[in-house]
């Protein structure tokens, strides 16, 4: 009996300590990073900017296991439009750091609050949100519509998804939930990771840098607070107060996404009508790297319909 114990305890530990064992974002790993640090009242960000110094400017938010690596291609498309592009990192994921707490609304919100203050963004502005950014996104300009020029959307993940059992157990169920995170999820990651590498890309590398978050201590916790934070709800209310302040909304969606299934165009078109909807037809989830140039064209369009 005290045997079994003994095995449990130590296959209950193995995950924890893997993760103990993962290195923390250092100053040797940001080194090789381009871009800027800033430090912000949660913590270091690390943030980049595109293209002419007097241009309109255009936030870029990434998704939820992806960092802002995933806009290499669209942001230099943007940069040749003449537009300003800011992305940057979101806590937990590439080279920003890895705050404790619960990622849900206002953690999010006060961070991009603290980056824009950080760089004198003070006018009107675009955002463009991918995945998890696309609830980022949609809830800054639904509670910031006078700073908004408008805001599009890529695969957004506040209105439907696909999270899997495993996700949704782990996002309902503190303690064990967390060991199961730890446990399972890195290989959930990977699978879903190499099932892409097939894939072509405009972004070359970019599976090996999703897969090196994984190395990083920090990651998986930030992915589950996440889950059980910002992605814990729809954001119906958000998009319906857009649609009343009449403000410009374009969503992107890819027609065989396994992740944001297409059929959240049909719930966005009830709760918003006015918002601009386009799809990508042999796209998946990974719009912003597999399918960069049709959502480049797209973009380009919303974009000179508002000028």
């Given at each position: 009996m005290m045997w079994f114990f003994l095995i449990s305890g130590a296959l209950i530990a193995i995950p924890l300590m893997i993760e103990l064992t993962r290195a923390p974002m250092s100053s040797a790993e940001r080194g090789t990073a381009t871009?800027?640090?800033?430090?912000?009242?949660?913590?270091?960000?690390?943030?980049?900017?595109?293209?002419?110094?007097?241009?309109?400017?255009?936030?870029?938010?990434?998704?939820?296991?992806?960092?802002?690596?995933?806009?290499?291609?669209?942001?230099k498309g943007l940069a040749?439009?003449?537009?300003?592009?800011?992305?940057?990192?979101?806590?937990?994921?590439?080279?920003?750091?890895?705050?404790?707490?619960?990622?849900?609304?206002?953690?999010?919100?006060?961070?991009?609050?603290?980056?824009?203050?950080?760089?004198?963004?003070?006018?009107?502005?675009?955002?463009?949100g991918y995945s998890i950014g696309g609830a980022i996104a949609s809830i800054f300009a639904a509670t910031h519509p006078n700073r908004i020029g408008q805001l599009i959307l890529l695969a957004p993940a506040e209105i439907k998804i696909n999270s899997g059992k495993l996700a949704k157990l782990v996002a309902k169920t503190p303690i064990l939930g967390d060991w199961l995170m730890l446990a399972f999820y890195p290989r959930q990651l990977r699978k879903g990771i190499s099932a892409e590498r097939k894939l072509a890309t405009h972004i070359p590398g970019i599976a090996d840098q999703q897969e090196r978050e994984l190395r990083n201590r920090g990651f998986m916790p930030a992915v589950l607070s996440s889950l059980r934070g910002i992605l814990s709800k729809l954001r119906h209310k958000e998009h319906r107060a857009m649609h009343h302040a009449g403000l410009p909304v374009l969503a992107i969606w890819g027609r065989n996404d396994a992740v944001i299934p297409i059929g959240a165009a049909d719930a966005l078109a009830e709760w918003s009508p006015s918002t601009i909807q386009m799809i990508v037809d042999d796209a998946g989830h990974g719009l912003p790297y597999t399918h960069a140039n049709q959502t480049l064209e797209i973009i380009r369009k919303a974009m000179a319909a508002q000028t």
């Amino acid at each position: 009996m005290m045997w079994f114990f003994l095995i449990s305890g130590a296959l209950i530990a193995i995950p924890l300590m893997i993760e103990l064992t993962r290195a923390p974002m250092s100053s040797a790993e940001r080194g090789t990073a381009t871009g800027q640090f800033a430090q912000l009242s949660q913590g270091v960000t690390h943030y980049e900017w595109f293209g002419p110094k007097r241009g309109p400017i255009v936030v870029c938010i990434h998704g939820l296991t992806t960092p802002s690596v995933v806009w290499g291609s669209l942001s230099k498309g943007l940069a040749l439009m003449g537009r300003r592009v800011l992305t940057y990192d979101l806590y937990g994921r590439g080279y920003s750091d890895r705050p404790r707490g619960k990622q849900n609304e206002a953690f999010f919100i006060q961070r991009l609050n603290n980056l824009l203050h950080h760089e004198d963004i003070t006018g009107t502005f675009s955002i463009i949100g991918y995945s998890i950014g696309g609830a980022i996104a949609s809830i800054f300009a639904a509670t910031h519509p006078n700073r908004i020029g408008q805001l599009i959307l890529l695969a957004p993940a506040e209105i439907k998804i696909n999270s899997g059992k495993l996700a949704k157990l782990v996002a309902k169920t503190p303690i064990l939930g967390d060991w199961l995170m730890l446990a399972f999820y890195p290989r959930q990651l990977r699978k879903g990771i190499s099932a892409e590498r097939k894939l072509a890309t405009h972004i070359p590398g970019i599976a090996d840098q999703q897969e090196r978050e994984l190395r990083n201590r920090g990651f998986m916790p930030a992915v589950l607070s996440s889950l059980r934070g910002i992605l814990s709800k729809l954001r119906h209310k958000e998009h319906r107060a857009m649609h009343h302040a009449g403000l410009p909304v374009l969503a992107i969606w890819g027609r065989n996404d396994a992740v944001i299934p297409i059929g959240a165009a049909d719930a966005l078109a009830e709760w918003s009508p006015s918002t601009i909807q386009m799809i990508v037809d042999d796209a998946g989830h990974g719009l912003p790297y597999t399918h960069a140039n049709q959502t480049l064209e797209i973009i380009r369009k919303a974009m000179a319909a508002q000028t």
